[in-house]
C-alpha cells in the first residue's frame, strides 16, 4: 500500500470513532462501506493521486420536503417554497405578486397532464425577465432564515464525513439551479458543485431557453457524465464511489448508472432515501433506508 492510501486508511478508520451521533442507524455503515470502496481503489490501483465523488439528489433527499414546492404537512404549510416566495417578491412577470394560486393550479396541471419534463422547467421559466442574481439572493435568505432547519439530519452527517475523508459531494437537483445553490453555505457544498435546471440568462437576465440537459430522471445521468468529462475529473483518475436519492421516478436512472459501474476494486453504492419498495428493475440495486430527523428538531 502507498502512503496516500495508507494515509486515507488512518483517514478513514478514525471517522468511525468521530460520526456525530444522528440517532439514524444507518449513517456509520453508509460512510464505512464508502471509505472502505476508495481504501480498496488506492490499494488495488496504487493511485497517488485521484478524484473521488459522490452524487446526490437534493429535494427528499438532502432537504425534508422541496425546495421549490414547499412542504405542506397534515393539510399545513411547514414552509413555503421558493416558487411562492419569488412570486411574492414580485418577481414573475406573469403572475405578479399576487398570483401563487394561479402558478399553482397551471404548475399542478401541467404536472399531473403533461409531465415532469414541462412543470420541472417551468418553475424557473415563470421568472424570465428577472435578474438571476436577484433570484439567487432570495433563495439565499430564505435557506438561511428557514429552509436550513430542515435538511436532514442523518443527510448532513454523511455529506460532512465524506468532506473529512476528502470525497466529494456534488449534487444534482430537478429544482431551478438558482434555488438549489442558495443552500450552498447551509448544507456546505461549493455552488460550482450544485447542479439544477439551468436557463440561458443574457446580462444576468432570465430568458425562458432551457440549457439541456433537464436535471429529471435520464437527464440527471446525462448532467453527471458531463461533470465528469469537466477538466477536473477527467484530468485524472476520477471514481464515482456513491449515489443518493429518494424517488425511483427522478432519481432511479442516475442511482441505477452508479450502482452499475465495474470499479477497480470494492463496489459502488446506491442509496435510496425513504422511497419505499423498490420497483422490479431496481431489485437489489439500491442500500434501502428510512429517515425524518431534521437538524433544527
Not at 446526490?56 to 416566495?85: F, N, P
Not at 465528469?228 to 449515489?243: C, D, E, I, N, Q
Not at 450502482?259 to 422511497?275: D, F, R
Request: net charge neutral.
Amino acid at each position: 500500500m502507498n502512503k496516500l492510501a495508507c494515509a486515507f486508511t488512518l483517514i478513514g478508520s478514525s471517522l468511525l470513532t468521530s460520526i456525530s451521533t444522528a440517532t439514524e442507524s444507518h449513517v456509520e455503515p453508509i460512510v464505512h462501506e464508502i471509505v472502505a470502496a476508495r481504501d480498496s481503489i488506492l490499494k488495488a490501483t496504487g493511485a497517488k493521486d485521484a478524484n473521488f465523488v459522490t452524487f446526490w439528489d437534493y429535494d427528499g433527499t438532502i432537504l425534508d420536503g422541496d425546495c421549490s414546492e414547499g412542504l405542506i404537512r397534515d393539510g399545513k404549510v411547514v414552509y413555503k417554497g421558493l416558487a411562492q416566495m419569488t412570486i411574492e417578491a414580485g418577481l414573475s412577470r406573469i403572475y405578479g405578486a399576487d398570483g401563487f394560486a394561479k402558478f399553482w393550479a397551471d404548475y399542478q396541471y401541467m404536472d399531473e397532464h403533461v409531465g415532469h419534463w414541462l412543470s420541472y422547467p417551468f418553475l424557473a421559466q415563470m421568472l424570465r425577465g428577472a435578474k438571476q442574481a436577484v433570484v439567487h439572493g432570495l433563495a439565499e435568505k430564505h435557506f438561511n432564515a428557514v429552509l436550513k432547519e430542515y435538511l436532514f439530519a442523518s443527510s448532513m452527517a454523511i455529506i460532512k464525513e465524506l468532506k473529512k475523508a476528502g470525497i466529494e459531494v456534488q449534487i444534482v437537483s430537478a429544482s431551478p439551479e438558482m434555488f438549489v445553490r442558495g443552500s450552498s453555505d447551509a448544507v456546505g457544498v461549493p455552488k460550482t458543485q450544485m447542479h439544477g435546471i439551468r436557463l440561458v440568462s443574457r446580462d444576468d437576465i432570465l430568458t425562458e431557453e432551457i440549457n439541456y440537459p433537464v436535471t429529471w430522471a435520464d437527464g440527471k445521468t446525462a448532467r453527471i457524465q458531463e461533470v465528469l468529462k469537466t477538466k477536473r475529473f477527467s484530468s485524472k483518475p476520477t471514481y464515482v464511489l456513491a449515489g443518493f436519492g429518494n424517488s425511483y421516478g427522478t432519481d432511479g436512472p442516475f442511482l441505477k448508472w452508479i450502482a452499475s459501474q465495474t470499479l477497480p476494486a470494492g463496489k459502488p453504492l446506491s442509496v435510496m432515501i425513504n422511497g419505499g419498495k423498490e420497483p422490479e428493475k431496481y431489485q437489489g440495486l439500491f442500500k434501502l433506508v428510512d429517515q425524518v430527523e431534521v437538524v433544527g428538531k
